[in-house]
């Protein structure tokens, strides 16, 4: 059977009836609109994760403050102590490491009004944290082992600190020039740039508060572990080996202090997506609630329709229509429904989803997609109208001819 004898077919059930064809299109339509925005959020959430951080954190550990207890802790021996360890590649202290809920967030540039100021993640660590983190530097140079102090917040110093900023910072103190070599204002001591990296994460405490991907790193090591941070940078295939020899130095040294397994900081990068991977859940969830629904009400309304115009159908086979005509006609008229409800839920994601605020705002599918997904959507839809089809082929054609109304 061609087209052009599809097209000849009767209608017998749903496309006779206006109303509940008409339900059934919006139905399918929303389940389109529904669908496309659960693609939109895997396509965020992927593109949220795969992103470039400037770090390859796969190969970093972090392991959290080890509080106050017994004696303090002698830093740069413990720092030579981990470097010491087989795996370990850099280690450093600092106040603060990306991904983590601790945030060190200051002021920069002039004076604006509140609301539009800079506001930078200030990391302090020197120059072996930067050697930790990896940074990749854009221009200028790093910071050198003879820059680096001890941070004291109580010492008084008007002495001019070097920094490096990330790109990011650099773009909004400097607009259009090279911010190498320029001051920043704001902090309590003066700084300089000295370098610029390309990117540098922000701690999940500065998101909201710090301007975005607005970080700054000074030559500023802490000298307490007992609230700072242990960085500590390794190769991805012995991370766990080297988490397991850290700590057990680390209580071995320290015994007195609670020592928390160290951290993998790509694990710590999901819980700045959890957002994200919330809403591509609730989107997937009501998508497939939604299509769930939508191919239970047309295999339920094909079937009652099949009911209600059993006669009709049986005057069809009556007069020579044969199963397959009318298992085609069924399949036909759902074809016809779910299209049309595609078409117009194509149209209103197009004009629909770019004016709404984020997360539902929507970028425009590729055709690949919406081929994907209407092929898809037909598909199910088919699926749904075998067992109507299959009630409409098995009416009898002499069950017509038994109304005493009928003349053949």
């Known amino acids: 059977m061609n087209f052009r004898s599809l097209c000849r077919l009767p209608l017998l059930l749903l496309c006779r009836h206006r109303g509940l064809a008409a339900l059934l299109v919006l139905e399918v339509a929303i389940g389109f609109l529904l669908?496309?925005?659960?693609?939109?959020?895997?396509?965020?959430?992927?593109?949220?994760?795969e992103a470039p951080s400037g770090l390859d954190e796969a190969a970093l550990l972090v392991v959290p403050p080890m509080g106050r207890a017994g004696d303090p802790v002698d830093v740069p021996a413990l720092i030579r102590a981990l470097r010491h360890l087989p795996g370990v590649q850099a280690a450093a202290l600092t106040n603060q490491v990306p991904y983590d809920r601790n945030?060190?967030?200051?002021?920069?540039?002039?004076?604006?009004?509140?609301g539009r100021e800079h506001i930078a993640s200030v990391y302090m660590g020197g120059p072996a944290l930067a050697d930790a983190l990896?940074?990749?530097?854009?221009?200028?140079?790093?910071?050198?082992?003879?820059?680096?102090?001890?941070?004291?917040?109580?010492?008084?110093?008007?002495?001019?600190?070097?920094?490096?900023?990330?790109?990011?910072?650099?773009?909004?103190?400097?607009?259009?020039?090279?911010?190498?070599?320029?001051?920043?204002?704001?902090?309590p001591r003066p700084i300089r740039v000295v370098g610029v990296v390309e990117r540098l994460p922000l701690p999940l405490g500065s998101l909201g508060n710090a301007s975005p991907g607005a970080a700054m790193l000074l030559p500023l090591r802490p000298d307490d572990a007992s609230w700072a941070y242990?960085?500590?940078?390794?190769?991805?295939?012995?991370?766990?080996?080297?988490?397991?020899?850290?700590?057990?130095?680390?209580?071995?040294?320290?015994?007195?202090?609670?020592?928390?397994?160290?951290?993998?900081?790509?694990?710590?990068?999901?819980?700045t997506l959890h957002?994200?991977?919330?809403?591509?859940?609730?989107?997937?969830?009501?998508?497939?609630?939604?299509?769930?629904?939508?191919?239970?009400s047309l295999g339920v309304a094909g079937h009652l329709w099949v009911q209600q115009?059993?006669?009709?159908?049986?005057?069809?086979?009556?007069?020579?229509a044969t199963t397959r005509q009318i298992r085609l006609a069924v399949r036909w008229e759902h074809f016809l429904i779910t299209l049309t409800g595609i078409g117009l839920?194509?149209?209103?994601?197009?004009?629909?989803?770019?004016?709404?605020?984020?997360?539902?705002?929507?970028?425009?599918?590729?055709?690949?997609?919406?081929?994907?997904?209407?092929?898809?959507?037909?598909?199910?839809?088919?699926?749904?109208?075998?067992?109507?089809?299959?009630?409409?082929?098995?009416?009898a054609p002499e069950r017509v001819t038994r109304r005493p109304w009928v003349r053949l």
Not at 35 to 49: G, I, S
């Open 35 to 49: 669908l496309y925005l659960a693609w939109q959020a895997q396509a965020n959430w992927r593109r949220a994760l």
């Open 103 to 114: 945030s060190w967030n200051g002021s920069v540039g002039a004076r604006l009004p509140v």
């Open 134 to 187: 990896g940074l990749r530097l854009g221009a200028g140079r790093g910071l050198s082992a003879t820059e680096e102090e001890i941070m004291d917040p109580r010492a008084r110093n008007d002495t001019e600190l070097p920094a490096l900023i990330t790109q990011a910072l650099a773009e909004r103190l400097y607009p259009d020039q090279s911010a190498v070599g320029r001051p920043i204002m704001g902090l």
């Open 230 to 271: 242990l960085l500590i940078r390794t190769d991805p295939r012995q991370r766990d080996a080297v988490a397991r020899r850290v700590h057990a130095l680390l209580v071995a040294r320290h015994p007195e202090r609670p020592v928390a397994m160290p951290l993998r900081v790509d694990e710590m990068r999901l819980q």
């Open 275 to 296: 957002a994200e991977n919330r809403w591509r859940w609730t989107t997937l969830a009501c998508a497939t609630g939604w299509w769930l629904l939508t191919l239970l």
């Open 309 to 320: 115009s059993a006669l009709r159908i049986s005057l069809h086979r009556a007069v020579g």
């Open 345 to 395: 839920g194509t149209l209103a994601a197009r004009g629909l989803f770019h004016r709404l605020p984020a997360p539902w705002t929507a970028e425009p599918a590729s055709p690949w997609w919406l081929l994907g997904a209407a092929l898809l959507i037909l598909a199910a839809s088919q699926l749904a109208a075998t067992w109507p089809a299959r009630r409409a082929a098995g009416v």
